[in-house]
């Protein structure tokens, strides 16, 4: 490990979330299913 390497003194979103998001939606995180037989509840403050 001789080579120096550099990092981004600022970070850039753009660079990294789009390329998640893109692959949440491909494999369906973000799909739901009603379930009739079970009670709808709602989280108001995600850990």
């Known amino acids: ?6 990092l981004d003194t600022t970070y ?3 660079t990294v979330e789009d ?4 692959y ?4 369906g995180y973000f ?3 009603v379930d ?3 009670e709808p509840f709602c989280i108001v403050i995600p850990p």
């Open 19 to 22: 390329k998640w998001y893109q």
């Open 31 to 33: 799909h739901q299913e």
């Open 1 to 6: 490990m001789s080579e120096k390497q550099t």
């Open 12 to 14: 850039n979103p753009r």
């Open 36 to 38: 009739p037989d079970r």
């Open 24 to 27: 949440w939606e491909e494999q």
